[in-house]
């Protein structure tokens, strides 16, 4: 249902781009923004990994680094089926995390050391394979075309006002709500994408990392965390808010139309009902277990600081 709902959309956003071009140019109009958007998405869809790492300052992690971070994510890789992707840190106080790349083959997982620093070794692991979820489900890819449509067709809106075959369609008025509602509504629907892919990934990573618990502690830890401590990173790129696995910019606690991400609490629930016998009461941290496969960093105890 997930991809057939995330289909329904992008089918959305693409009569979306069409039809503002069709407004501005009519069906020559349309032609030229279907080729201006395509090399718009080739040219995202082969450089966004770097520019997105670039923007954030992202620096790459060795294997066998201190924490085990790398490990972690390559032994979590494996389970998933999916290449070893790069993995990178990024330098802000607030806990967050994100995965990016064109196809599995050209991935990437960055974390923050804000989410190394409060989050135990399971939670981690719940967040890593939460981000291996979207490499495998290629939401990096599905995100990247939503976000470079987003953009061309606010670019086109703003275009408007600049081709007289517009306004003889439209009139000034007509001219004036395109240029605000188009916007408007490609940053929906592209919103609505991203809440789509979110609920997604939390029950691939979970069943990657075989305890839904983990993300789900972890989750509510990377809310309250988000909530109160600034990314300037994000703040300065707020296109890319949608890529962590918590809004950076301070999420709505709402499904609302305007969310870039589930509310927090709706995502912990599907998370906690994946577990039958959990306790009603809030998540709690992991303790721990026998039978995890995550390798350990060297480090004694089970919670952070990992810097």
Not at 24 to 37: E, F, K, N, Q
């Amino acid at each position: 249902m997930g991809y057939v709902k995330t289909a329904m959309l992008m089918a959305a956003m693409t009569a979306l781009f069409m039809g503002v071009g069709y407004l501005i140019g009519g069906s020559g109009g349309a032609l030229i923004a279907l080729v201006v958007a395509a090399g718009m998405n080739a040219f995202t869809w082969w450089n966004s990994d770097r520019m997105v790492l670039k923007m954030h300052n992202a620096q790459p992690v060795s294997p066998g680094d201190r924490a085990g971070l790398y490990a972690m994510t390559a032994e979590l890789a494996r389970n998933a089926g999916l290449p070893e992707p790069k993995v990178y840190l990024i330098d802000t106080p607030q806990p967050n995390a994100f995965a990016t790349g064109r196809n599995p083959a050209n991935a990437a997982v960055a974390v923050t050391k804000g989410l190394m620093q409060s989050l135990s070794r399971e939670e981690l692991a719940g967040v890593i394979a939460h981000e291996l979820a979207h490499i495998r489900n290629h939401d990096t890819a599905i995100m990247t075309v939503t976000a470079t449509f987003a953009g061309a067709i606010s670019m086109l809106a703003n275009f408007a006002m600049f081709f007289g075959g517009a306004r003889e369609r439209m009139g000034m008025i007509g001219t004036l709500m395109m240029m605000f509602l188009a916007p408007m509504a490609a940053a929906l629907v592209q919103m609505a994408i991203s809440r789509t892919r979110e609920y997604a990934a939390d029950k691939a990573g979970a069943e990657i990392c075989g305890h839904p618990l983990w993300l789900a502690s972890a989750l509510e830890k990377i809310a309250m965390g988000a909530a109160r401590i600034d990314n300037h990173a994000a703040e300065r790129n707020p296109a890319t808010a949608h890529m962590f696995i918590i809004n950076p910019l301070h999420a709505h606690k709402h499904d609302s139309l305007f969310a870039t991400h589930p509310a927090t609490e709706n995502r912990i629930a599907a998370l906690r009902a994946m577990t039958p016998d959990a306790a009603p009461a809030r998540a709690q941290s992991p303790r721990p277990t026998s039978s995890s496969r995550i390798p350990k960093s060297g480090r004694r105890g089970d919670a952070g600081p990992w810097s």
